[in-house]
């Protein structure tokens, strides 16, 4: 045998070798990988690696970080970091309820669907043929092409509020939503009207889901907590999670608090959203990735807690204008299709991912209003550590 065939003979056995005792994703445990996510980063690309996870939440003023991290179609490990509230130091811990602000919207859509699942309106009806207590107003724009759930709940409809929900202190009056919908007192915001022809744009529209908020309320003919508790959040057991406005006594111990974008607490606990469907969610990481699970299992016809896989293909499928499906927003990163949503409330940040097809993904959440830049790292951090295909690697199985 040449030189060069025995040093090829034993590079490709030492490899094997190599192989065999290194550690690879499926191996490690999480433990291990949660140290790998809070240790600085190795190799050092310098951004953020240098930093500890704890070093970050310091240096952007992160009293709280809490996240759930799925694999294999499972919650493989949940944890908190960090303190729920800076005055009295109580930690965060797997159960802390977070706001999840706009990731409220696919979980509210979840069950919209379910509605039209059971007949009770059709994701492409007329939505002034489902509203009873009031109706979009006549408009320019509305001439051939009647408003749908379907474009309500991708942002297509042609509503432009142009305006995020602001929220309500505890002790203030909260308005109706037909009092949002017309910007009538005691609404803090503007009205909602059509300022285009639905499907022509796309344009990220909260007002549109206060809409659809209403028309499964008058269809159902029950508060909007009782219906997502009914249709989704019990079915898919989010036992740690409420769309209740404002968030009762009984739970508000276990909520973080609000905090600025210096980590100090703001002058209210959190603020309250009777724009339930786009901001109202109070829940934790863990039932928000249990929903990421159930959307994954029914996509591959292995679940059907809360919808068809017909019905849940609606909420990963674009509209055709814009990032959007009915709920989620849809992206490809590396050589993978991907699910999702962001949130922002006041005092709080969030983030939710799962990929379409293999079985994993991650859900953060914050409580300080300049948190987005340690939930990115920390969301990179556990891809790499997975080896998601984000970074055009296959996940080892």
């Known amino acids: 045998m040449s030189t060069l065939a025995r040093t090829t003979q034993f590079a490709l056995c030492g490899a094997a070798l190599f192989l065999l005792l290194a550690p690879s994703a499926t191996a490690q445990d999480p433990a291990r990988i949660i140290k790998t996510i809070e240790d600085p980063q190795v190799p050092n ?55 999840a602000a706009s990731m409220s919207k696919p979980v509210a859509a979840m069950a919209s669907l379910k509605a039209i ?33 379907r474009e309500l709940m991708s942002h297509t409809s042609g509503t432009g509020d142009g305006f995020g929900f602001p929220g309500y202190a505890p002790s203030a009056p909260l308005p109706t939503v037909p009092q949002i919908l017309d910007g009538l007192p005691p609404s803090n915001v503007g009205k909602v009207r059509l300022e285009r022809p639905p499907l022509t744009a796309y344009k990220y529209s909260g007002g549109g889901v206060i809409i659809e908020q209403l ?20 079915p898919i057991g989010m036992t740690n999670s409420t769309y209740e406005q404002p968030l009762p006594v009984a739970r508000q111990k276990q909520a973080a608090r609000a905090h600025s974008d210096s980590g ?30 159930e959307v994954q299992l ?6 059907g807690r809360v919808l068809t896989q017909k019905s849940m293909e609606e909420m990963v499928t674009p509209v055709g204008v814009g990032p959007f499906a009915v709920g989620f927003t849809i992206e ?31 859900v ?20 790499r550590a ?10 080892p199985r």
């Not at 499972?74 to 005055?87: I, L, N, R, T």
């Not at 009777?274 to 990421?292: F, R, S, V, Y």
């Not at 997975?386 to 996940?395: C, F, M």
């Open 215 to 234: 028309a499964l309320t008058d269809t159902l003919g029950k508060p909007f907590p009782l219906i997502m508790r009914e249709l989704v959040l019990d």
């Open 386 to 395: 997975y080896s998601w295909d984000t970074l055009d690697k296959p996940v």
């Open 298 to 303: 029914t996509l591959l016809g292995k679940s």
């Open 45 to 99: 690309h310098q951004g953020f690696d240098p930093f500890t996870l704890r070093e970050l939440m310091d240096r952007f003023h992160v009293p709280g970080l809490s996240v759930a991290v799925i694999r294999d179609f499972q919650v493989e490990w949940a944890k908190g970091w960090g303190v729920a509230d800076v005055e009295t130091g109580a930690p965060v811990n797997p159960d802390t309820m977070f706001q």
């Open 117 to 149: 699942q059971e007949g009770k309106f059709g994701l492409d009806q007329d939505i002034n043929t489902i509203l009873k207590s009031w109706k979009m107003p006549p408009s320019e724009f509305d001439a051939g092409k009647p408003v749908t759930p």
């Open 264 to 293: 100090k607490r703001l002058d209210a606990p959190w603020h309250v959203y009777p724009e339930m469907a786009a901001a109202g969610l109070w829940t934790t990481p863990t039932d928000l990735a249990k929903l990421l699970i």
């Open 364 to 383: 953060i959440m914050a409580n300080s209003d300049d948190s987005e830049p340690v939930i990115r790292e920390v969301r990179d951090r556990i891809a």
């Open 332 to 362: 490809k990163m590396g050589e993978g299709w991907y699910f999702g949503h962001g949130g922002s409330n006041w005092g709080f940040r969030s983030d939710m991912l799962a990929h379409r097809v293999k079985g994993y993904g991650v």
